[in-house]
């Protein structure tokens, strides 16, 4: 199924946060980055799954777009554990680049989603047009996908 690689990669990334934040020291400083990272990283996941399950394309954007957001704080709350030093293993780093790579690849989603919802507005937009329809209304019935 579309998007089964991505999906994946999320839930191993969100698997690999909360195994690095077993290891994380026991501290209140340290607890709070790890609520916070955990939270992140298993929500970039999830909301992504929601996204595959999206109504429309517009629904679809919104959703892949909060996937984003989550995983650019996962990234944040990763480097702030490495600049703390909470933890210093080569996971983080790994997972860093992983986190990295998820954002740009979600980024990438998103723009060639959006450039296919005003390709499609527009066709429908001239098909309408040719039909007979009142210029500014195509609008109001543009397809979903």
């Known amino acids: 199924m579309k998007g089964d690689n991505i999906a994946v990669r999320l839930r191993v990334f969100a698997a690999g ?17 790890a609520r916070q990272l955990v939270r992140a990283a298993t929500g970039g996941g999830s909301n992504y799954e929601e996204a595959r399950g999206a109504e429309s394309r517009a ?10 957001k989550e995983l650019r704080e996962a990234l ?4 702030l554990a490495r600049e703390a030093e909470l933890v210093v ?13 998820l954002v740009a ?3 990438a989603s998103i723009k060639t989603a ?7 507005y527009g066709e429908a937009r001239s098909s ?18």
């Not at 679809?60 to 909060?66: A, L, N, P, S, T």
């Not at 293993?89 to 790579?101: G, K, S």
Request: overall charge negative; aromatic content about 6%.
């Open 59 to 68: 629904d679809f954007i919104h959703k892949v777009g909060i996937a984003n």
């Open 89 to 101: 293993e080569d996971e983080l780093e790994v997972l860093i680049r992983e986190a990295n790579e």
């Open 76 to 79: 944040y709350w990763l480097q």
């Open 114 to 120: 959006k450039q296919r919802e005003i390709t499609s």
């Open 17 to 33: 946060v909360l195994r690095l934040c077993r290891r994380m020291p026991n501290d209140s400083s340290t607890k709070h980055v």
């Open 128 to 145: 309408r047009m040719r039909d007979g329809v009142e210029p500014g209304s195509w609008y109001l019935d543009a397809p979903s996908e």
């Open 105 to 107: 690849i979600l980024t």
